[in-house]
């Protein structure tokens, strides 16, 4: 299958590499870019053959939003745009099994910030920023940006950082656990592929099941994510991987997991 219109797709071996790609307008999304994204994360999370996915932007920037030039739709409100174009990709970078690494170069603004915090793992080049810019023209942050921060950053830190659009650098943002990351920028894609590979390796039953019950956690009390851990248990140890882990430990190898 060949690229979409606004966005590109690349299978490297065990990973897949989407990366938005409208750089004269920095990435920002139109309703294209909305349908061609949530498409390459259905195709990437729908391949078996897939272990792990990177997200990024083309040229100097992750992404800068909503694009305020594609104009407000004449038969939906904003409300229904970003529950019936934005959400469905959302959803899938929170649900699909294969880890996810935003890969944030430039900037990641508006709902691109949303896109970048919604992904398991972040790296950021180290001229990078983050920035929730809603509070300078006058609307709400969104695409689940508001849970995003709060849950990350507690309510004091995110509303300050959110209402003063506070530009916060690469640098910070390791401090203050939004990113995992910050690497030169020369060398971002690189970092973020090296880094995707080396979770191909790992067990990927058992890298989907951990996403699944910390992503419960993270809304969820200790009581039902104790009870999650427990089902998932159950279903993973007669796994041929499991097995194939215990022996590759008591051989003292790699073990080689096949997601079975």
Known sequence: M????????????????????????????????????????????????????????????FSAGADLKDGASETQSIQQTLQTEYRPALDCIVSMNQPVIAAVGGSAAGIGLSFALACDLLIMADNAFLLSPFSTISLVPDGGLNWLLVQQLGYRRAFQLSVEAERISAQRCVE????????????????AMQWAHSLTERAPLSLAATKKSMRHAASGSWASTFDVEAALQDKLKPSEDCAEGVTAFFEKRKAKFKGQ
């Open 176 to 191: 203050l656990g939004l990113a995992n990351r910050a690497v030169p920028a020369a060398s971002l894609l690189d970092e």
């Open 2 to 61: 060949s690229d979409y219109e606004t966005v590109k797709y690349r299978q490297e071996a065990a990973v897949a590499l989407i990366t938005l790609h409208r750089p004269e307008s920095m990435n920002a999304f139109t309703q294209q870019m909305r349908r061609d994204l949530t498409a390459a994360l259905v195709r990437a999370a729908s391949n078996p053959g897939v272990r792990a996915v990177v997200l990024t932007g083309e040229g100097r920037c």
